[in-house]
């Protein structure tokens, strides 16, 4: 890779962008631990949070078809209704 590029990949020189994220990471790491956060307990909670996304992603779409269907039973024969009534119209003249 020549230099050109992995400057444009880092965001500029790699040394100082490597120096920022070392010291971020060590700052980022004291306040989680001062607000008594592990790792293992961020990845744990992450993974409980897409499987709750996930629960509720289904119970969303449980929803959506029952009011689908609902919404449905009125809708599709007004629909036919006026269908039928431009049908005949057309037919008329």
């Given at each position: 890779m020549?230099?050109?590029?992995l400057s444009r990949f880092f965001g500029g020189a790699?040394?100082?962008v490597v120096l920022r994220l070392a010291v971020?990471?060590?700052v980022v790491g004291?306040?989680?631990s001062a607000l008594n956060l592990h790792p293992m307990q961020l990845v744990t909670q992450f993974f409980n949070l897409l499987e709750r996304i996930y629960q509720m992603?289904?119970?969303a779409i449980g929803w959506a078809?029952?009011?689908?269907?609902?919404?449905a039973i009125i809708v599709v024969?007004?629909?036919?209704?006026?269908r039928f009534m431009k049908m005949t119209r057309k037919d008329l003249d």
């Open positions: 020549s230099q050109s590029k790699p040394g100082p971020l990471s060590l004291i306040v989680l992603g289904f119970d078809v029952e009011y689908f269907l609902l919404g024969p007004l629909w036919l209704f006026s």
